[in-house]
């Protein structure tokens, strides 16, 4: 089972930038599709980022696209997503998910590999 470590939340000005990167370990990167997803406080979870196992391929939900871009190093067992242009609407907790790659892209209920998640906070 793979196992998924969150960094890189903070406190930023609206307007900004963040990097959040995720590490996994104790399984083999390259067979998990990973994700990226946000939960406000009082809100569903949402989905943000999706990359494929080889990262060719990704998916973004409509409150990321165009701002924020999802990547993943093979070789360093890690995804990332780059926010720009952040908004104080993006403050949530960002979780990293991954679910064995077999089609493309996964629905949000089979990512069944969670990391306890980052804070991200936006201010006005």
């Known amino acids: 089972q793979v196992q998924l470590v969150e960094s890189g939340g903070g406190l930023v000005q609206a307007g900004g930038s963040l990097r959040l990167s995720c590490a996994a370990s104790?399984?083999?990167?390259?067979?998990?599709?990973l994700a990226w997803f946000r939960q406000a406080p009082g809100k569903e979870r949402e989905f943000v980022a999706g990359i494929n196992w080889s990262g060719s391929s990704t998916t973004y939900g409509d409150s990321a696209k165009g701002r924020f871009t999802v990547s993943r190093d093979n070789a360093k067992n890690t995804v990332a997503l780059q926010m720009n242009s952040l908004k104080p609407e993006d403050t949530a907790a960002y979780y990293c998910a991954a679910t064995i790659r077999r089609s493309w892209p996964p629905r949000s209920s089979e990512y069944n590999y969670w990391g306890q998640g980052t804070q991200v906070t936006i201010s006005s």
């Open positions: 104790g399984g083999t990167f390259s067979l998990y599709n």
